[in-house]
């Protein structure tokens, strides 16, 4: 599955269950979460895992509370290409 895009929902999205050769991933959450729900840096979050295709990634509506789980993610992530984000 090289190519994910979550559009939100009404459940809390578990990213720990993603397969990790996607190279493309968009979620835009901010319609339906509160601001809890997107922290991309918490257990199971967005930001905890690696995808070490990953060319694209393009957010809306997350929230990073641990820069130091954010920083290992950039760093894990050297051959992204396109960054694309808004809250």
Avoid: C
């Amino acid at each position: 599955m090289p190519y994910l895009n979550f559009l939100g929902g009404n459940q809390f999205l578990d990213f720990s269950q993603m397969p990790p050769n996607i190279h493309t991933l968009e979620v835009d959450l901010s319609p339906t979460f509160t601001q809890t729900q997107l922290d991309a840096t918490a257990p199971k979050g967005l930001m905890t895992r690696t995808y070490p295709n990953l060319k694209v990634l393009i957010l809306n509506g997350f929230l990073v509370s641990n820069t130091l789980v954010a920083q290992r993610f950039w760093e894990s992530h050297p051959g992204i290409e396109k960054l694309i984000g808004s809250e």
